[in-house]
């Protein structure tokens, strides 16, 4: 599974998000992101204002709670 991880600043403040959709193959992840920082750039509030974005592999430990990115 893959994830859209967004790190979004603006005038010294920042925002971590995801689109909170989980992803079968990056090759969907990645074209889904592109479209997504498209429409964040076309909407920016400010000039200043920038979007970091990365599409991760999501893996579970097997009998674990913990997630690695």
Do not use: W
């Not at 599974?1 to 909170?20: E, F, N, P, R, W």
Request: charged fraction near 20%.
């Amino acid at each position: 599974m893959y994830l859209i991880v967004l790190v979004m600043i603006q005038t010294g403040q920042h925002k971590i998000a995801s689109d909170q959709i989980l992803y079968p193959s990056m090759e969907m992840c990645e074209a889904a992101r592109s479209v997504l920082v498209m429409n964040l750039e076309n909407t920016k509030p400010s000039e200043d204002a920038v979007v970091f974005s990365k599409c991760t592999m999501l893996s579970f430990e097997e009998h674990r709670s913990k997630v690695a990115l």
